[in-house]
């Protein structure tokens, strides 16, 4: 079975830019995550998503931050001015459910200059 | 508020010894969930095991066993016969019923050292 799938793998940008990032769950998975890891620290929850529906976003700084899943499959996560606070590792996870076990891509990492 | 709370920032072991990594919580939640992951250099999360709150037994999986006592609020992950491999990043993590609905947090983790 294959694995949460994300890319890109490496982004470098300056900031002010705008950067997307994509990821594609495990097949059958409605529950889709985003964390944002910055170095150092534990993962924190961006938005989760259930199908093509938002279940949370209280984390997500919707001044800069976008993220959808049109088709309740893959999403995007859209950055758009780029702070240099925003480097980090993006990690996305998917689940059968809320309930469920996340298992996690390997990750976007991001280096704001 | 929830919060998790790993208070190892760094820990060493020789290798084939036990070792225990410490976890502690805090939630009002009637019900939730506790996890523990592996994240080696690579950076990918890795699912180790899960205890959930009405669990009577602890929770086993191959080497790891999670020492879960829910009246101190305590999920340990304890890791038998270390390997070298098992060299990594440890996050404790839990999925309770917040506003939002099976939010998940997690600990700043903990770094293990196994020496040969």
């Known amino acids: 079975e294959a694995g949460v799938a994300q890319s890109p793998r490496y982004k470098i940008i300056e900031k002010r830019q705008s950067v997307a990032f994509w990821c594609n769950p495990i097949s059958g998975h409605a529950t889709l995550y985003w964390y944002q890891q910055i170095l150092g620290q534990g993962p924190k929850l961006l938005i989760q998503?259930?199908?093509?529906?938002?279940?949370?976003d209280s984390q997500l700084p919707k001044d800069r931050f976008s993220a959808e899943r049109l088709k309740g499959v893959d999403s995007t996560l859209k950055i758009q001015p780029a702070k240099l606070e925003d480097s980090a590792v993006y990690l996305c996870?998917?689940?059968?459910?809320?309930?469920?076990?996340?298992?996690f891509g390997p990750g976007t990492r991001l280096l704001v200059l | 508020a929830q919060k998790i709370t790993q208070t190892q920032p760094g820990m060493f072991v020789q290798e084939k010894e036990a070792v225990t990594l410490d976890c502690t919580y805090d939630t009002s939640d009637p019900s939730y969930g506790l996890f523990w992951y592996k994240q080696p250099s690579s950076g990918e999360m890795i699912f180790l095991i899960y205890q959930g709150s009405y669990d009577q037994q602890n929770a086993t999986e191959g080497r790891y066993s999670l020492n879960f006592q829910k009246a101190r609020k305590s999920a340990n992950l304890v890791i038998s016969a270390s390997q070298l491999g098992d060299s990594a990043m440890y996050f404790c993590a839990m999925r309770g019923l917040g506003s939002g609905g099976f939010k998940t947090i997690f600990g700043a983790g903990t770094r293990l050292f196994v020496k040969a």
């Open positions: 996870a998917s689940s059968l459910s809320l309930a469920e076990t996340q298992y």
């Open positions: 998503f259930q199908n093509n529906g938002v279940v949370d």
